[in-house]
């Protein structure tokens, strides 16, 4: 079982950045695909972006060109750049690794 703690949401204006951190700890990181999700107010939970062990990524279409998702191995850390961001970015997002989620950060966009 791997814990997995998000860290580095907050407040910010349409057009910032953000970088989004999760750090993993009780499992051999490199071995795992990890994902982004997020959960806007009222909404399903969505997939935003996924990286395999071998380091492939994928984007949902509406965050395709803003978003980038990286992991650092040695720091078993994955990470989500976001720039560009709209109000509609606004959501609580979380890292997931198989059958693990983290307790979820707070991105707030505002217009």
């Known amino acids: 079982q791997v814990q997995l703690v998000e860290s580095g949401g907050g407040l910010v204006q349409a057009g910032g950045s953000l970088r989004l951190s999760c750090a993993a700890s009780?499992?051999?990181?490199?071995?795992?695909?990890m994902n982004w999700y997020r959960q806007a107010p009222g909404k399903q939970r969505e997939l935003v972006a996924g990286i395999t062990s071998g380091g492939s990524t994928f984007y949902v279409d509406s965050v395709k060109g803003r978003f980038t998702i990286s992991r650092d191995n040695a720091k078993n850390t994955l990470y989500l750049q976001m720039n560009s961001l709209k109000p509609e970015d606004t959501a609580v997002y979380y890292c997931r690794s198989g059958t693990s989620w983290g307790q979820g950060t707070q991105v707030t966009v505002s217009s």
């Open positions: 009780g499992s051999i990181f490199s071995f795992y695909g």
